[in-house]
């Protein structure tokens, strides 16, 4: 599969200008929550990034630019945990300890169906 680069006008909430201009190799659609992502390779900020898709605001193909394919192993490492509650990969793990009358409600709970 032949990758494309694109140029993508993007809004930048914290930013003097309302948007960036922002050149990416896409590199997956994902579909969560009812909402479409873009998973690219970002040429400025020279990593992999999520763009909501209704964000995009503008894009065009660039004919000239070389796109990154980025492998899919590493594909996956960094997006395996971004949709989600929480994104990035684990940083510690907890153990949690109830009252004997809190563990009775606790575990009548279905915290991820």
């Known amino acids: 599969m032949t990758r494309i680069c694109a140029r993508a006008a993007l809004p930048e909430p914290d930013a003097v200008s309302p948007t960036t201009q922002r050149t990416v190799s896409p590199q997956q659609l994902v579909r969560y929550r009812d909402n479409w992502y873009l998973d690219a390779w970002c040429h ?9 898709v209704d964000a995009i605001e503008q894009c065009e193909v660039l004919q000239d630019e070389v ?20 994104s ?8 949690l300890r109830f009252s ?8 009548g709970e279905n915290w991820h169906p």
């Open 44 to 52: 400025w900020r020279q990593a992999l990034r999520s763009f909501a």
């Open 88 to 95: 990035g990969p684990a940083k510690a793990w907890a153990v």
């Open 67 to 86: 796109a990154i394919d980025v492998p899919p192993e590493q594909l996956q490492s960094a997006t395996q945990a971004t949709y989600g509650i929480f």
């Open 100 to 107: 004997p009358d809190r563990a009775r409600w606790v575990s």
